[in-house]
């Protein structure tokens, strides 16, 4: 049973490019958490999606950012026009139900330059 | 506004000694409190919780003990080992389901 799959694990992009991280949950959880983590830092929650619905994006940037849970597929976060502040670690975490134990994946790290 | 407070951010043990971290929230309606263990490179993993109605949950070495009148809670590591070195973080579920995360302790076990 595979556990929370992130791509790609590491990624480079100049300022003002696109980046776009995929997250696969474990099989048969259908909640997906995405969190940023900053080098020495705690984990700040983002959003909070089920399939094809946002629950919950109170953490996110409101320009710029933006995520899916599409019926099929991956989870994507989105970072448009990335600036260097945007560097970070970001994990995706999976749950089989509200409130359930959360999973979390290798995250994906960002930097920008 | 951080509700739960982690401390120490850092703590060095030798190895066979118990490493103890602690955390306080101010929120009364959380009602899961996880603690994750973080490796560099790595995703958190969970390693044991513990719901409120608990004031104590062993799961091998690691005790979890909770003061649910002095909104505190800690975890124990009996019999530390290198492996344990790692990043800990205590979290606490709150009504919509988020986690809330302490800002991490960073535990040394020297041989």
């Known amino acids: 049973n595979a556990g929370v799959m992130q791509n790609p694990r590491h990624l480079v992009r100049r300022r003002g490019q696109e980046a776009r991280l995929r997250c696969s949950p474990m099989?048969?959880?259908?909640?997906v958490y995405w969190y940023r983590q900053l080098p020495e830092e705690g984990l700040k929650f983002m959003v909070y999606?089920?399939?094809?619905?946002?629950?919950?994006e109170s953490g996110m940037p409101k320009e710029r950012f933006s995520a899916e849970f599409p019926k099929e597929g991956p989870s994507i976060l989105r970072i448009q026009q990335v600036v260097r502040g945007d560097s970070a670690a970001y994990f995706c975490a999976s749950s089989p139900a509200q409130g359930g134990e959360q999973y979390f994946g290798p995250g994906t790290r960002l930097t920008v330059t | 506004q951080q509700q739960v407070k982690q401390s120490p951010q850092s703590l060095i043990v030798q190895k066979g000694g118990i490493s103890i971290i602690n955390c306080a929230y101010e929120n009364t309606a959380f009602d899961y409190f996880p603690w994750y263990q973080q490796f560099p490179g790595k995703g958190p993993a969970l390693l044991i919780a513990i719901r409120p109605d608990v004031s104590e949950k062993k799961e091998g070495r690691f005790t979890i003990s909770f003061n649910k009148s002095a909104k505190q809670f800690s975890l124990h590591i009996m019999d530390s080992q290198p492996g344990d070195s790692a990043t800990y973080f205590c979290?606490?579920?709150?009504?919509?389901?988020?986690?809330?995360w302490g800002a991490g302790t960073k535990l040394i076990i020297k041989p």
């Open positions: 999606l089920q399939k094809e619905n946002i629950i919950d």
């Open positions: 099989k048969g959880h259908s909640h």
């Open positions: 979290a606490a579920v709150d009504s919509n389901y988020q986690l809330i």
